[in-house]
């Protein structure tokens, strides 16, 4: 199970840490994602990387604004969001997918472990 945490209200221009927890397990031989979704809209990735972090990967709109990291003792992985925008908000979910390639896998499907989300919003 992972459990996210980390969201909230900012300003445009803040900083948020998302954290996303393995809960009863490791996240050792795991890709892990950050998705994002607005209503009405489809879950989007963000930024996932690949066990070990050897590879991450960045959706463009948040390419150097956000950082991913990984705590493999603390099985966490983080995602560290600067300068948000209000275009940035969204709820935020944490997905997993055993994997020892270097695959970077982007797509929704492709990750079947997630968490329930949590929300950021930043205002203009």
């Known amino acids: 199970r992972l459990v996210e945490s980390g969201g909230g209200s900012v300003p445009a221009g803040d900083s948020l840490r998302l954290s996303c927890a393995a809960s009863g397990g490791t996240f050792t031989e795991y890709s892990v994602a950050w998705f994002r979704q607005v209503p009405g809209k489809d879950r989007s990735i963000v930024s996932m990387?690949?066990?070990?972090?050897?590879?991450?990967y960045y959706a463009d709109s948040v390419k150097g604004r956000f950082t991913i990291s990984r705590d493999d003792a603390k099985s966490t992985v983080y995602l560290q969001m600067s300068s948000l925008e209000p275009e940035d908000t969204a709820v935020y979910y944490c997905?997993?997918?055993?994997?020892?390639?270097?695959?970077?896998?982007?797509?929704?499907?492709?990750?079947?472990?997630w968490g329930q989300g949590t929300q950021v919003t930043v205002s203009s």
């Open positions: 997905g997993a997918k055993w994997s020892r390639s270097g695959v970077t896998f982007t797509r929704r499907l492709d990750y079947n472990i």
């Open positions: 990387i690949t066990w070990a972090g050897s590879r991450t």
